[in-house]
């Protein structure tokens, strides 16, 4: 499989009745991520002319306009922005294609489980402890999990409602707990026997933390930008963010915090995920050990 110039979208009308290639997906997929011609020519490795000519020629092909363009970058249009959502997922599928084709020939035993480092980990102990076959684990930060499951680098994984993305996957449901806020030890709040999400954003005076979207980028906000719980809980100490989290993550914490439950945040489910497109027995087993647990 090519993956620069496989066809993967086919479709009829506008200026050019033909296939849409993955190679200008992903030229499409950087512009409109990096809102710039210039940075989205950086991040490919190549010169901004050619990339300019390749969307222009993919707006012939498809008929529509994707992209305003600007004298200081560029927008989605509405077209754009369902473009932007499908050539995702088509680049996830085959990507996807590739690795799982390649382990196949590779004919490698056991399964690769995908989990966000330090989350469901009396389950994730569990689990292995009862599952007979080998394991390969792989920890990542958040969003990650579910990334490597789409992409064919995992065969499955434990992913959390509603943080998680959960659409297109089969899924079982494993547990369901309630959320606490973390605040650091000393802090005037942490003697409440409750807090509500409005009280824990606007009475705590410690900002959210600000966790990265797919595309790497982080929302606007006032909180610390945080790639795991472990840079989290440190900020947390110094008095530099608090969080809403699952209670289960108190037992990885110390006494320099504090935890206040928030009945009025909204319950994470832990959930094991798997392509809906697997025939693999080792990932039956596995999903059937987790229910048993």
Avoid at 240 to 267: F, N, T, Y
Wanted: hydrophobic share 40%; net charge negative.
């Amino acid at each position: 499989m090519d993956g620069d110039t496989a066809p993967v979208l086919p479709l009829v009308g506008g200026a050019y009745d033909g296939a849409v290639e993955t190679r200008e997906l992903r030229y499409f997929v950087a512009v409109a991520e990096e809102s710039h011609f210039g940075r989205a020519a950086q991040r490919l490795a190549m010169a901004q002319p050619p990339l300019s000519r390749a969307i222009q020629q993919l707006e012939r092909r498809l008929g529509v306009v994707l992209l305003h363009r600007t004298a200081r970058g560029v927008t989605l249009t509405e077209a754009g922005s369902v473009l932007l959502r499908e050539a995702r997922l088509a680049l996830e599928a085959v990507e996807a294609a590739e690795h799982r084709t390649r382990r196949a020939a590779a004919d490698r035993p056991g399964v690769v489980l995908a989990t966000k480092a330090g989350a469901s980990r009396e389950l994730l102990s569990k689990l292995l402890d009862a599952y007979v076959d080998a394991v390969d684990v792989v920890l990542c930060g958040p969003g990650e999990p579910e990334r490597l499951l789409r992409n064919g680098r995992a065969d499955v994984a434990l992913l959390h409602r509603p943080y998680d993305t959960t659409a297109g996957f089969d899924t079982e449901d494993l547990h369901t707990e309630r959320q606490v806020v973390v605040l650091p030890a000393g802090h005037p709040l942490a003697d409440r026997p409750h807090l509500s999400m409005a009280e824990v954003n606007t009475l705590t005076g410690l900002p959210l933390p600000r966790w990265p979207r797919r595309d790497g980028s982080y929302p606007d906000g006032p909180g610390p930008q945080v790639r795991d719980h472990t840079q989290l809980t440190q900020l947390i100490t110094l008095g530099r963010a608090c969080a809403v989290m699952p209670e289960s993550l108190r037992a990885q914490l110390g006494d320099d915090h504090a935890i206040v439950p928030v009945p009025d945040a909204p319950a994470v489910t832990t959930v094991i995920a798997w392509p809906p497109h697997s025939r693999s027995k080792a990932v039956a087993d596995l999903v059937r050990t987790a229910q048993s647990l």
